[in-house]
């Protein structure tokens, strides 16, 4: 049996705005934007060669949902970009205006540096150890 993650939910307050953000800043790729009933889309994103895990933009329905956005996580780092170029993948978010909140560090499991999205998410980039 394979089983695997195919898709994580992230909360965003318009879906144009993440797709801008994550595809034309971060790199992704769009992969699916559906209209669903009652003004929701399907927007899958991924980033370049991923062939499994995807990202679920979702549009907030309500104020509880809204009063999540940016904050999923309570503020800690909630998703991990991989990359198998760390410098060059670091320099293209910079140059796209992705903002980072530490410089390059270096940790057992690889060169790390924390970004956040157009919302507040934090991420960590990471290139392989």
């Not at 879906?15 to 399907?42: H, M, S």
């Amino acid at each position: 049996m394979k089983q695997c993650i195919s898709a994580v939910t992230l909360v965003v307050e318009d879906y144009d705005a993440a797709i801008a953000f994550y595809c034309g800043q971060v790199g992704f790729e769009l992969i699916e934007d559906k209209p669903l009933p009652r003004d929701k889309r399907w927007v899958l994103v991924a980033p370049p060669g991923s062939n499994e895990t995807r990202i679920l933009l979702a549009k907030a329905d309500d104020d509880v949902q809204l009063g999540c956005v940016g904050n999923q996580t309570a503020g800690r780092v909630s998703l991990f970009l991989q990359t198998d170029d760390f410098y060059r993948d670091y320099d293209r978010m910079r140059a796209r205006a992705v903002v980072f909140l530490e410089t390059p560090r270096e940790e057992a499991y690889g060169t790390v540096a924390v970004f956040q999205d157009l919302y507040g998410n934090k991420w960590d980039l990471i290139g392989s150890a």
